[in-house]
């Protein structure tokens, strides 16, 4: 770049630097250009060395205001004491001469509370510009690493968490020891002779009373400087949880450091001289009255708690699940307290505060999210974290004040009781549940419009469903909606009544709406014709029940709607007259094995529970007291008369009377006897348990699950059916099954010997357990051995069966089949494969089955031989051919010319012929 270039570059920075100044400092631009003019060299290096990226003006206010504030300039980024810094930096490493300066020049101006605290401007910079704009951008980027991305927003959390605490430190002096001259050049030149300061150095020094005087003054002004820290304390009840941790730290910091110097020569010195001098009180007076070593002692003992107090990770939570976990990681590190001798009281003190920190953060988190302006599912989750971060800090407070109970018991001070805490967050989760009943009810008012004033026309545009007036009126809504959609409702200071004023119009425009609610629910009532309509009808209105409109409305139809109820408890009193054995309810109640008494309460309890709904859908219509005026007493009256009709408990104390006399078994009673049916002259196998014990110990059983317990006796008297039942049940299923797969063997009796070895186990177990009672032990072991034997016969006599059904088949087969080798050969291998399969099940008999099937073959082939010698013989004939005389017809027998064919090719014997027939 040219001279003339560089020239032209340096006034247009000049200028713009003049204007900013003068506007941001409100300075006239003749005492800014003349300041500036000091300092052109350096802003002539900031517009062409690429190494000098920043430019300080710094502004003081010396002299007064106006034109007497100093104007300095420095390369770099500077803070100067008592003033006020302007920053500018450059967009890239050199300027450009085709755009403007001001597009190439970033202005910051940190701003503070005074010019002696920077950090709140700092603060506010990081907080409301640089954190917010950093966040949009990286939203924006969606490319980028998320890792890396929430690396960074964390990093920028606490650089902002930093500055606050910087800002909110309570200055602690720093201390130094000044020694008095004497001591000081005594120890300037033992060091420089390489030696530690003694005894020999001073012994002819302390004769003078001047020199002990200074000392003792000495002493006395360390005294005050070490007291200041020493006696340094804060204001528990105010400020920040980060406050009290960091006042204690920095505490710890201060007091380490005076007691570095209380070990320096300088001290150890000054000391021996002043008890070389014998001025004994002195030094003692210094050590007792500057306290450091009892200071020290109890800050660090202090610092166990306040140590890692993870006070951070709530400061720098940005959503409600990181808030909850960090109250959790708080009030557990809290515990730590049964370690130190924090006060109670103070630790009380440090819980308000962290509730303080907490409400703060709340508050920040919820005013980025736009509360009034969310979607209500959004709005909902995210009020539901609000709710559930709140019953985590009660829950964790309501353990950890047990916690310090024990620790005042413990303690040794004079106060055993805890201080009754109100939460500094308390009105904020009171604002936050009032939003949420707020919007809720909003919503549902909504849906009540949308479902109870659009016309219910399928298919219709919504201008077409709706009139001049309900449209009006959903416009109103969302219009009422609209004048407090853009409050704060999170502003809780003392002077903002703008939510207050925004509710109040909210709810005067709703009325009208509820007004015209109230007509089209007064329509509807009147249309109604039965007491079950008009609950119907009011179940649409569920949700505005307790607006006033409403609720005017539903009273005015009070009335009319008790009439009808008191209309349906009598057809209710007019069913019960029926006899319970006429009703479809005894039939089902059988058909489901349910006993006659249990079945009849069930019945009655299903009055009780119409009774029931009635009056709480009256209760929730028209609240409590409905039954003051005439139609409610009439309806409280006729219900009280049937519940006194359906009262169950003199049929139970029947029941119970019945149930004393029946005739039970006793467990001394045989579990098996055989009788002689009549019917049939032949004696069948009978479980010997009557029919009434299970009947009663399953009414006994149903009853007490109906709230109906039997007597103590009668208990007892069940016992035995109790007890034994399952094994009851578990016999009579068997024996039915065995009778069953008797009677279905009757009709294959050719079948029976291949069953006879299972037959004869289950005659064999039963001859065996005949003489069993009840009370027997091995009753446990033989029902479940019957059961499984019962099952098997049942299982083998369904296999022959069928196998016996497919020889049937295949030898029917023979009949109809082709007159050829093959036919034959296939249908018999069929019946061989059959065989086979009954062999492997290891039937015994089975020969004896098989000789049968032989004979059945036999014949049907020596049918299929005569019928095609006879075909033959004619086909010949035809022919002039002489006929073969047919062994058939010449009197020879059938086994006389075809053997046998045994099924199983006569290769070996099928089945095993050890068990005979039984």
Sequence with gaps: MSNDGNAALLQSVFNFVEQTVCTLCSLTEHHVGQSLQTSTSLIETFCTDSQSPTLTVCVGDMEGEGNGASISVHLGSVFLESSKSIIFQKESTMFSSTKPISSQLLVLT?????????????????????????????????????????????LLRELELSLLQLQQNIHIPKITLIPHPVVNDLIQKAVQEGREPT?????????????????????????EEIQQVTKLDRDSTTGSSLQEVSFWTNLSTALQHIKTQMDSPIVKVTLQMLKHGRRFRDTLSFEQDSGLDNKIKTVDNYNILMKSFPTK????????????????????????????????????????AVSRDLAKQLTSILSDLSLMKMRYADF????????????????????????????????????????????????????????????????????????????PTPGAPA??????????????????????????????????RS???????????I??????????????????????????????????????????????????????????????????????????????????DIPPVSAQIIWIKQFEHKLDLYLSRVDAVLGTGWDKEKAGRDLRRAVEDLRVRLDHSSLFSQWQDTAQTMDHATSSSRALNIQLNPSTQQYVLHVNVPLVAIEANNESRNLKFLGHRPRVGLTRKFMFARSCYTFCMSLQASVRTYKRTLTKLSHHTSLSGLVAKYHRQIHTLVSS????????????????????????????????????????LFVRDLETCMLEETSFRRILAAIQSVVDDLDRQAFHNLHTWVATVDNRVCKQLGTRLKNAFVEWTEALEMYGVHAIESPISSGAGMNDTISGPSTNGGSKPIGNDDDDDD
């Design 380 to 455: 909902t989750k995210t009020i539901e974290g609000c709710l559930r971060l709140f019953r985590t800090w009660s829950e964790e407070m309501e353990r950890f004040r047990t916690h310090l109970r024990y620790q005042l018991q413990t303690s040794t001070s004079g106060s055993r009781s805890l201080r009754v805490l109100q939460p500094e967050h308390k009105p904020l989760e009171e604002r936050i549940s009032e939003l949420k009943r707020f919007r809720a009810s909003h919503e549902q008012l909504c849906g009540v419009i949308e479902r109870i004033l659009r016309a």
């Design 769 to 808: 357990s005949i003489d069993l009672t009840w009370s027997d032990h091995r009753v446990e072991k033989f029902a479940p051995e019957l059961a499984e034997l019962s099952h098997i016969f049942q299982e083998k006599v369904d296999n022959v069966i069928a196998a016996d059904k497919r020889v049937d």
């Design 499 to 509: 939510w207050a004023s925004g509710l109040h119009q909210y709810r005067s425009n």
């Design 463 to 496: 201008s077409a469903t709706l009139d001049a007036e309900d449209a009006s009126a959903i416009e109103r809504v969302k219009g009422a909606y609209d004048l407090i959609k853009d409050l704060d409702p999170l502003d809780l200071s003392d002077g903002n």
């Design 511 to 592: 009325a009208q709406v509820e007004s015209r609610i109230s007509s089209k629910l007064r329509d509807q009532l009147g249309a109604a014709r039965t007491a079950n309509d008009m609950f119907r009808i009011l179940a649409r209105y569920d949700v505005l029940v307790n607006r006033k409109n409403i609720k005017t409305e539903i009273r005015a139809h009070s009335d009319d709607l008790l009439r009808r109820v008191l209309e349906d408890v009598h057809g209710l009193k007019q069913k019960f007259s029926t006899s319970f054995k006429l009703t479809v309810n005894s039939r089902l109640s059988h058909a489901r």
């Design 110 to 154: 940190p701003r503070s509370d005074s010019l002696t605290q920077p950090f709140t401007g700092l603060h506010s910079l990081v907080k409301n510009g640089l954190v917010p704009f950093i966040g949009g951008v990286l939203d924006v980027e969606q490319s980028q690493d998320l890792s890396v991305v929430r690396g960074l927003k964390h």
């Design 313 to 352: 990770d709530l400061l720098i939570s940005r959503d409600t699940e990181t808030l909850r976990q960090a109250i959790m990681k708080i009030f557990s590190h809290l515990k730590y307290i049964k370690r130190t001798t924090y006060p109670v009281k103070r630790c009380q003190d440090l819980i308000l």
């Design 199 to 223: 005894t020999q150095d001073f012994e002819d020094l302390v004769e003078s009373k001047e020199l002990l005087d200074g000392l003792s003054e000495t002493l006395k002004r360390w005294t």
